[in-house]
């Protein structure tokens, strides 16, 4: 059971270059998110989807999309990558619960734009 | 709006002193609360949560947590601190599918 893996987990950019983040889960979880940390910040939203086929915007979203084709991966797409998109990035999935439920993250990925 | 707050950037202890952590939330609905830790280059554990009953709850690694609401807090504690403690702490707040984080407290531990 590897739980949630990220891909890659470091990576270099020039400005105006384009990526892909891969995030796998196999705990077999609806939710997936998609954040952002950096210094003194915390972690910061930028996309979550509630099931397949489905994604939704959170705090910070501009510059980013996502898509999530099947249940066990969520990919994060910088089309044009700017310098204020350097940052550590983290996946997590969670499954429904009443209560709202518990988070698992990935390792990040650490992403520098030059 | 919802926001965490935890007012305290770096907290240094001494091995074996206590240690409490502050978390000050802001939430329109019933909050459910959560602590996770961040060791160095590593991801976020869950710690402990908290939904509903006992406003006192208990962690992993011998943490626990009390949930004031007249004061909308959730500060984090420990009894005896170990040097593996070392790491950042992470309070938020959530409900189904969004969560709120503070912006952490870095804990070093003296030997």
């Known amino acids: 059971n590897a739980g949630v893996t990220q891909t890659p987990k470091f990576r270099v950019l020039k400005t105006g270059q384009s990526m892909t983040l891969l995030c796998a889960q196999d705990?077999?979880?609806?939710?997936m998110y998609w954040y952002r940390q950096d210094p003194g910040m915390g972690l910061r939203l930028i996309h979550y989807?509630?099931?397949?086929?489905?994604?939704a915007k959170g705090e910070v979203p501009d510059g980013y999309n996502v898509s999530r084709l099947k249940k066990q991966n969520f990919l994060l797409g910088l089309e044009s990558a700017a310098p204020s998109q350097t940052s550590v990035y983290f996946c997590?999935?969670?499954?429904?619960?009443?209560?709202?439920?518990?988070?698992?993250f990935g390792p990040g990925t650490r992403l520098t734009v030059t | 709006a919802q926001s965490v707050t935890q007012p305290d950037i770096h907290i240094t202890v001494s091995e074996g002193a206590s240690l409490e952590l502050r978390c000050n939330y802001s939430y329109g609905a019933t909050p459910y609360l959560f602590w996770y830790v961040q060791s160095p280059g590593q991801g976020l554990q869950l710690l402990l949560k908290y939904f509903s009953g006992d406003t006192l709850v208990q962690g992993i690694k011998g943490f626990e947590a009390e949930f004031k609401r007249s004061q909308s807090s959730f500060n984090l504690r420990k009894p005896s601190v170990h040097w593996s403690d070392a790491a950042e702490y992470f309070c938020a707040v959530g409900n189904f599918n969004k969560f709120y984080f503070g912006s952490g407290t870095k804990l070093n531990v003296k030997p």
């Open positions: 989807s509630v099931g397949e086929g489905t994604t």
């Open positions: 997590a999935s969670s499954k429904p619960g009443q209560f709202g439920s518990e988070q698992y």
């Open positions: 705990m077999n979880h609806e939710y």
